[in-house]
């Protein structure tokens, strides 16, 4: 009797040993599961992005996004800029906490100091994508160097992001069908260069809360798009 109950002592230890072990196990994969989504949003650069870049590429033409010097990535920095910049509103003015259901370009005198903020902060080489002919990119001058170009808009928060980046793609997308693949331009010694261009085109997307009106509890959501062109000599 001492014997068969030893052996059953023994049966029962292995079986809470085994019951130990499978419990470890699902708490290391429960860890391991966690720290994957716990990195999900975030940039090369460190800070969470808003994930809409490569969904606005999608709804671009294919003349634009089946270019393959086009790109589309978030930009932790974009998204900085952008935040700051609204950071540094106290209240939206009635014009943007009202905004309808149609997506505004947001010009310099909308909201004093956002665009001037933004340019600076996401380092701009101008602000606005219209650039009088029509093309994004157009001065001789910057041929050979990093440029970068963007625009800020605005609509109501309740408006669904497909919906916005729809709306934006169908305005932007004449802009960005007129990207050059190179561009020449004379060196020091009056030799005629030609450089290959690269694009990166990227959205950054604010929820901006106009609480702070007494007669309107609503959000408007600012989007920022900005292309970044970079060039290499053939």
């Known amino acids: 009797k001492e014997e068969k109950f030893t052996m059953k002592l023994k049966k029962i230890a292995s079986l809470m040993l085994v019951g130990v072990m499978a419990v470890s196990m699902l708490a290391g994969c429960s860890t391991a599961s966690n720290g994957n989504n716990n990195g999900e949003g975030e940039g090369e650069n460190g800070g969470t992005t808003t994930g809409y870049s490569v969904t606005f590429g999608e709804k671009l033409s294919s003349d634009v996004k089946n270019k393959d010097y086009v790109s589309f990535a978030d930009n932790a920095a974009d998204q900085a800029a952008l935040a700051d910049a609204l950071n540094n509103v106290g209240a939206l003015k009635t014009l943007i906490a009202t905004a309808n259901d149609e997506i505004t370009y947001l010009n310099g005198g909308d909201v004093v100091g956002v665009v001037e903020d933004f340019t600076d902060s996401a380092k701009l080489t101008r ?102 062109r970079t060039a290499t000599a053939d």
């Open 127 to 228: 602000y606005g994508f219209n650039n009088g002919a029509g093309n994004v990119f157009n001065n001789k001058n910057t041929l050979n160097r990093t440029t970068k170009v963007g625009s800020i808009y605005y609509v109501d928060g309740s408006v669904s992001m497909d919906k916005v980046l729809n709306q934006i793609a169908n305005k932007l997308d004449s802009y960005f069908k007129k990207l050059a693949e190179t561009g020449e331009i004379k060196d020091s010694d009056g030799n005629q260069v030609t450089y290959d261009f690269d694009y990166t085109i990227s959205v950054s997307v604010v929820n901006k809360t106009s609480d702070v009106i007494d007669w309107y509890n609503g959000s408007t959501n600012v989007v920022a798009v900005t292309v970044t």
